[in-house]
């Protein structure tokens, strides 16, 4: 029974591809004569009969024109909207004031393949990050199949795989701290542009699964209404987890419910419609709309289609998950068919970093495709003189391995203070590691003993921060010495990241390590002025800020007063305390 319905579906698949694209590009063509039939007749009319044979000449050449150009949009392109010369007019509930559209292929470009759904993507995202490895895979096979099934049937498949058992506060993790990222850095630029400068009000009407996109369409670009497929809950042992089905009416269709939205409304049509031109559904949905635009790919091919980071309606500042690509069909195969390689070649990594000195470790951790770019202003080797402490280096903080690979990169034993480092961490560390218990006063005391022994290194931030921009400096590390040196610290990957914000820590070693090319950077910078240090007379909080601002030149990178406590508030909705 199953390779029949099979044939049946491949049958409808080959007839729409065959009949109903080029009925539609018939009808379009045949649009396009009719309203200029319609021109030509009513401008016949008012001209006197010697003008008649000049505008029949007219005619025929942009009838030749429409000719030439058999794929003449039914629509507008985007680049022809012009903004309303009412600038005074203030958004409104009303539809008179309303902007519609969808986030699929609209609002975001499409990057994925046209054979398989265009969120498939954002859907990988949410396997991966909120369910489990095993669903993510189960995902990935169901490329072998989803070429074949029409679109709406795609949209089910995909939402099923991907939701059916996951527990709902999973994905709301998702959606508030890994999702936003990909989202914003996939907007449409042309789109974005008439979004951001309008003053209607916004509402989008999307067929995807309404909880994988209000978050961030509400928090991020302020729209002022989503309307999506709503996925059903049940509660199992006291567990909220989604059945992978819809809710209510099923799947939302675009034009039906933007009807039933508006006829509360006294049936007035939004003013202005944004679509996408290679869907016929848009057409339908924005054809409701006094003023309807679509958004060809063909417009942009020569502009630049990514959104510059300071053009983002927020900062992007923090986010979480593991993935560091956009996990497209292909590039997800391409994970999975590295991960049993990348773990074996994270485990030589770090035994190499164990086991052997510091010049072996750096050549074959070179070899195995580790690189590390490392330049200093300043050497300072030995244990203190009696009397003096040792040197403070002060990094700004990418990874947990920042301590190892300065270690290694100067080529002597240093002391690390940390806070929060899991017992795995801390036995593949080569070097002596020290927790800190977040009492000010005894974590000083702590410190200014390790210093009296040898060379320290901190990271006063306090955590992670993944994206370009330093946290505040906690001015503890500056009351401890004069001898303090500045290290800025960068760290690239290409498939996972190397830190977390509410998964297991211990694994971040791993993680960076199982990259292909991992790629580190530091810069010791000159030893800190006396007369900028404390003994100088200058308070620890402006110590803290000078350090911060050359790290931040250096780097290239921006100050924030933004703390561990605000990082966990956005990630993970709790003050990053572990008890």
């Known amino acids: 029974m199953v390779f029949p319905e099979l044939l049946v579906i491949l049958a409808e698949w080959v007839l729409y591809r065959l009949l109903a694209n080029s009925c539609y590009r018939a009808a379009r063509k045949l649009r396009g004569y009719g309203f200029q039939l319609k021109n030509f007749l009513n401008l016949s009319k008012s001209q006197s009969l010697h003008n008649t044979s000049h505008l029949l000449n007219n005619h025929q050449q942009q009838q030749n024109e429409e000719n030439q150009d058999s794929l003449n949009p039914l629509f507008p392109s985007i680049t022809k909207y012009q903004e309303p010369l009412d600038e005074n007019r203030a958004c409104s509930v009303s539809s008179e004031h309303t902007l519609v559209c969808d986030i699929d292929g609209v609002l975001l470009r499409q990057l994925s393949s046209k054979h398989l759904h265009a969120f498939f993507p954002y859907f990988m995202l949410i396997a991966f990050e909120g369910g489990s490895i095993i669903r993510a895979i189960f995902l990935l096979v169901s490329c072998s199949f989803l070429w074949a099934l029409p679109q709406e049937t795609k949209l089910k498949v995909l939402s099923f795989i991907t939701f059916s058992g996951l527990k709902v506060k999973d994905m709301d993790n998702v959606s508030r701290s890994v999702l936003p990222k990909f989202f914003l850095e996939n907007l449409n630029p042309q789109v974005y542009n008439i979004w951001a400068r309008t003053t209607y009000s916004k509402v989008v009407f999307t067929s995807l699964p309404q909880v994988m996109v209000e978050r961030f369409l509400r928090e991020h670009l302020n729209a002022d209404d989503v309307i999506g497929t709503k996925l059903q809950e049940i509660e199992v042992m006291g567990r909220k987890v989604y059945?992978?089905?819809?809710?209510?009416?099923?799947?939302?269709?675009?034009?039906?419910?933007?009807?039933?939205?508006?006829?509360?409304?006294?049936?007035?049509?939004?003013?202005?419609?944004?679509?996408?031109?290679?869907?016929?559904?848009?057409?339908?949905?924005?054809?409701?709309?006094?003023?309807?635009?679509?958004?060809?790919?063909?417009?942009s091919m020569n502009k630049c289609n990514t959104l510059p980071r300071e053009r983002y309606p927020k900062p992007l500042i923090f986010h979480d998950g593991r993935l560091a690509f956009l996990p497209t069909p292909s590039a997800t195969l391409a994970m999975f068919t590295w991960l049993p390689i990348g773990f074996f070649l994270a485990?030589?990594?770090?035994?190499?970093?164990?086991?052997?000195?510091?010049?072996?470790?750096?050549?074959?951790?070179?070899?195995?495709?580790?690189?590390?770019?490392?330049?200093?202003?300043?050497?300072?080797?030995?244990?203190?003189?009696?009397?003096?402490s040792g040197v403070l280096y002060v990094c700004n903080h990418r990874t947990l391995l920042d301590p190892v690979f300065l270690t290694t990169s100067l080529g002597k034993p240093l002391t690390a203070v940390t806070y929060s480092l899991s017992k795995f961490s801390e036995l593949i560390a080569p070097l002596k590691t020290v927790s800190l218990k977040r009492d000010r006063k005894k974590d000083g005391e702590a410190m200014q003993r390790l210093l009296s022994k040898g060379d320290l290194v901190v990271c006063p931030e306090g955590t992670t921060c993944r994206e370009p921009y330093l946290l505040r400096f906690s001015p503890l590390f500056a009351e401890l010495t004069e001898d303090i040196v500045p290290v800025a610290v960068d760290a690239r990957v290409s498939m996972f990241y190397g830190t977390t914000a509410s998964g297991l820590k211990c694994l971040d070693p791993i993680f960076f390590l199982m990259n292909p090319r991992p790629v580190y950077c530091l810069e010791v910078l000159k030893k800190l002025p006396k007369e900028m240090t404390c003994a100088g007379g200058k308070s620890s909080f402006e110590v803290a800020n000078f350090i911060q601002g050359e790290l931040a030149r250096v780097l290239g990178f921006e100050c924030t007063n933004l703390t561990r406590k605000d990082k966990y508030l956005v990630l993970a909705g709790n003050e990053g305390i572990v008890t």
């Open 243 to 299: 059945t992978g089905l819809a809710s209510g009416s099923g799947f939302v269709v675009k034009h039906k419910a933007a009807k039933d939205y508006f006829a509360d409304n006294n049936k007035k049509k939004p003013a202005l419609g944004i679509g996408s031109s290679s869907s016929l559904q848009d057409h339908s949905f924005i054809s409701m709309c006094k003023e309807a635009y679509v958004w060809n790919e063909e417009d």
């Open 347 to 388: 485990v030589f990594r770090i035994l190499i970093g164990v086991l052997l000195p510091y010049h072996v470790a750096n050549f074959l951790a070179a070899m195995s495709g580790v690189r590390i770019t490392f330049k200093t202003h300043n050497l300072y080797n030995g244990r203190p003189e009696k009397g003096r």
